[in-house]
């Protein structure tokens, strides 16, 4: 008998996971920028880390 794991369910949480990484480090570097910068890309920032948080409380476990 032949051992299949389905990896395709996988995916999702590993992008999701990978993506939320890219976010944190973005908002870590975010002092070094000017003021303007950090003005207009901290909220952006932030947006996009709620949905990509509520992206992966959504995944079936």
């Known amino acids: 008998m032949g051992m299949?794991?389905?990896?395709?369910?996988?995916?999702?949480?590993?992008?999701?996971?990978?993506?939320?990484?890219?976010?944190?480090?973005a908002m870590e570097t975010l002092e070094e920028r000017n003021a303007d910068e950090r003005a207009m890309l901290k909220p952006r920032l932030e947006s996009r880390m709620v949905r990509l948080r509520t992206a992966l409380q959504s995944l079936p476990v």
Do not use: Q, Y
Request: aromatic letters at 14%.
């Open 4 to 25: 299949h794991i389905d990896f395709e369910k996988f995916f999702p949480h590993h992008d999701l996971l990978i993506e939320i990484g890219r976010i944190e480090m």
